[in-house]
């Protein structure tokens, strides 16, 4: 599993980031992206009331700026609280397609005081592109970032 310890230390250099989250966002993506080769676009949505809403990302733009919560793979994860792996994206009829090329997608929640206040999203041109061992490095990631949020109250966080 990619080391977390170079992560938490590029955030703590990130004066920004104690008070900006997208500055906060921008670290963990590009830390995150630059750690895990087979990620052809890697990026962050914020849940805001009943939406996600892009935040900063590395790769192709695209056009899923906004998700509406229980839509796509995203969306399905805030619905469900739960993280999606998705070994093809082929197989799954609510997949929001980002790029034609894109094989596998993993997401994985950002929960702060409890509460998703959004998530990490990567796609990869590889089928079953994420491991086991991935996931874990990106709840480690995810945890992190929900510990340094501030807002867990925000009325748009979810249980
Ligand atoms: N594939 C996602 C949409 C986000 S783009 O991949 C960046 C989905 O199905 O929700």
New binding site residues.
């Given amino acids: 599993m990619p080391d977390i310890s170079p992560i938490l230390a590029a955030i703590a250099e990130c004066a920004a980031c104690k008070t900006d989250r997208d500055a906060l966002g921008q670290v963990a993506v590009k830390a995150v992206h630059d750690r895990l080769p087979q990620a052809g ?1 890697t ?1 962050i949505y914020w849940l805001h009331d009943d939406e996600l809403v892009l935040g900063p990302y590395i790769g192709p733009p ?1 056009e ?1 700026t906004r ?1 509406p919560v229980g ?5 399905t994860a805030v619905a469900e609280g739960r993280d999606q792996v998705v070994p093809d ?1 082929r197989e799954r009829s ?5 790029s034609t090329t ?1 094989r596998s ?1 993993i997401v994985v929640l950002i929960r702060a005081g409890g509460k998703i206040v959004g998530q990490i ?1 990567i ?1 990869s041109d590889k089928v079953d592109a994420f491991s086991a061992d991935d996931h874990a490095f990106l709840k480690l990631v995810a945890g992190a970032l929900g510990s340094l949020l501030v807002d867990p109250q925000e009325p748009s966080a979810r249980g």
């Fill in positions: 676009w990026g695209t899923h998700i839509r796509g793979v995203c969306g994206v609510n997949y929001l397609a980002c894109t997608e999203d796609d």
